[in-house]
């Protein structure tokens, strides 16, 4: 079924990181507290890379390095700008009146 | 000699994989939310920078080819996410997030916090009378 010992390990990796995925999305839908959600959506970026990185790796083309850059990116500008929200009640602070 | 390195690989990815699932037993098993944060900031970052790093030496040994960005989306990551948690479980304390109920020591408590509904409402009454 699989060519070689690297993709039987690939698709194995996949699975375990898609579980883990799953586990994350019932804390996102459980979680009690706001933190908890934004915290588990981090999680799931990360894990979005791990999957886009072992994806590039089975598909053997570097065409996708691209998207882990931008995933990488928007997870944590998401998760400043949620940190902030919570905190503050706004995300962009305009201090002109003191 | 290249089955063995790819193995290596494969074993690297497995790791980071193993790794991300420990985050996810953590963020489920953890009663409180700090303690979760512990979960996710650390095990996260490590697996995720095993599985980068596995693809960056798959591509120099097999392509031949040293992606830059992949060494730079590595560094990125390896800055942000602790920073992320940082901030997300000090938006969570000063939220006033309940500590679990068996902790023992808060360190902050004793310190003036800033009280942020209050800050917001003198805020507004500033841009009101204004």
């Given at each position: 079924m699989f060519e070689s010992t690297l993709d039987l390990l690939l698709n194995i990796s996949l699975f375990i990181i898609s579980i883990a995925t799953l586990g994350l999305v019932y804390r996102v839908i459980k979680g009690p507290s706001v933190p908890d959600r934004v915290m588990a959506l981090d999680s799931i970026g990360?894990?979005?890379?791990?999957?886009t990185a072992i994806t590039s790796i089975?598909?053997?083309?570097?065409?996708?390095?691209?998207?882990?850059?931008?995933?990488?990116?928007?997870?944590?500008v998401g998760t400043v700008a949620f940190s902030k929200f919570l905190q503050k009640g706004e995300?962009?602070?305009?201090?002109r009146d003191n | 000699m290249t089955e063995?390195?790819?193995?290596?690989?494969?074993?690297?990815?497995?790791?980071?994989?193993?790794?991300?699932?420990?985050?996810?037993?953590?963020?489920?098993?953890?009663?409180?939310v700090y303690?979760?944060?512990?979960a996710a900031s650390k095990s996260a970052t490590l697996g995720v920078l095993l599985i980068l790093v596995a693809a960056l030496l798959y591509f120099w040994?097999?392509?031949?080819?040293?992606?830059a960005r992949l060494v730079l989306g590595i560094v990125f990551v390896f800055i942000t996410a602790?920073?992320?948690?940082?901030l997300i479980s000090r938006a969570?304390?000063?939220?006033?997030?309940?500590?679990?109920?068996?902790?023992?020591?808060?360190?902050?408590?004793t310190r003036e916090r800033p009280k942020t509904k209050k800050e917001v409402e003198n805020r507004q009454k500033a841009h009101s009378e204004a």
């Open positions: 990360i894990n979005l890379i791990a999957i089975m598909l053997r083309t570097d065409a996708f390095l691209e998207v882990i850059l931008l995933i990488g990116v928007i997870a944590f995300i962009i602070e305009y201090d | 063995t390195i790819n193995t290596f690989i494969g074993v690297v990815v497995l790791l980071g994989s193993l790794l991300s699932l420990v985050t996810t037993i953590g963020l489920i098993r953890l009663p409180d303690t979760r944060s512990h040994f097999a392509d031949n080819y040293f992606s602790p920073v992320a948690g940082h969570a304390y000063y939220t006033d997030v309940p500590l679990w109920e068996k902790t023992v020591q808060d360190d902050l408590k």
